[in-house]
């Protein structure tokens, strides 16, 4: 067995989200490396150097590094019982949308991490390990966490209001995710429909909706998922299915976080007392986003 190890733990059109597990021993410098495309890693645990033109960047739980394609580097190990991390990268045609284009090397090679970022990110990868994400939904979370983190510091990026023509980019996805809620489409469809950057469309859409792509899909799911509650579905793991959940149990976790009951409780709710009971069900919930 190597040294290291790489799992590709997600992969679609426009997102690769790659485990890296090195079990490398303290030392300095290993052999040159490069070829890859840009991408942020993200340290989970340990730490190991980045030796990029002359200057060493360090990597650990409370920084990030960002990989610019074209680069030749060098990494080290610093710290006893090696280093695992996230990597993150996007097609070519995305990397300098979502990463940037190329600062100071003293300011563009090494970020910030913070405790909100490590909380986001592992919660990316929970979600990724009980199948329980679709593929838009960890396509906009990679994005709010790896623009949370290449963008601290800076100037808004959407401080004016929404135009026109934004709105307009919101409805034509808004229109696709309506046309087939339960379906898998991923950011990249979504925003080719639109005529736009998939990344630009994330953004548009939560200006103009206060919600993201993802939310809004997941309401229409429950919408649809109430109607035939109402109509009496009985299985509920096939209802789940049918809505484009990844199993029952997601559906339900879904469902208690929008409504606060369970599935089973809203369909008891709907076949018995009729909107009375489903009324008294609701009252007492606080109003809820997302």
């Known amino acids: 067995m190597g040294l290291s190890s790489a799992s590709v733990i997600f992969d679609s059109p426009l997102l690769r989200i790659v485990g890296v597990d090195c079990r490398h021993p303290r030392g300095g410098c290993g052999e040159e490396r490069g070829g890859e495309r840009t991408h942020l890693a993200l340290l989970r645990r340990g730490g190991f150097g980045y030796h990029l033109r002359g200057r060493v960047h360090h990597g650990t739980p409370a920084t990030a590094l960002l990989y610019r394609a074209g680069d030749s580097y060098r990494v080290s190990h610093p710290c006893d019982g090696g280093?695992?991390?996230?990597?993150?990268?996007?097609?070519?045609a995305h990397e300098e949308e979502l990463f940037g284009r190329r600062l100071d090397e003293r300011r563009d090679a090494c970020r910030p991490a913070t405790p909100a970022d490590q909380y986001r990110h592992q919660g990316l990868l929970a979600a990724l390990r009980r199948g329980d994400a679709g593929r838009l939904?960890?396509?906009e979370q990679a994005?709010?966490?790896?623009?949370?983190?290449?963008r601290r510091g800076g100037p808004p990026r959407d401080a004016r209001p929404p135009t026109p023509a934004a709105w307009r980019l919101a409805l034509r996805a808004q229109e696709r995710l309506l046309a087939d809620p339960a379906g898998?489409?991923?950011?990249e469809a979504l925003a080719a429909d639109a005529g736009c950057?998939?990344?630009?469309?994330?953004r548009i859409f939560r200006r103009t909706h206060g919600i993201g792509l993802a939310g809004y899909r997941t309401r229409l799911r429950l919408a649809l998922g109430l109607e035939r509650l109402a109509q009496g579905a009985g299985d509920l793991a096939a209802l789940a299915c049918e809505l484009g959940f990844s199993h029952h149990s997601h559906f339900a976790a879904a469902f208690r976080r929008q409504l606060g009951l369970?599935?089973?409780?809203?369909?008891?709710?709907l076949r018995g007392a009729g909107l009375a009971r489903a009324g008294r069900n609701l009252t007492a919930l606080p109003p809820r986003r997302g």
């Open 83 to 92: 280093d695992a991390c996230t990597c993150f990268e996007v097609a070519p």
């Open 137 to 139: 939904a960890v396509e």
């Open 143 to 150: 994005r709010v966490l790896c623009e949370a983190i290449l």
């Open 184 to 187: 898998d489409v991923g950011l």
């Open 197 to 202: 950057s998939p990344f630009h469309l994330a």
């Open 262 to 269: 369970t599935p089973s409780a809203a369909r008891e709710a």
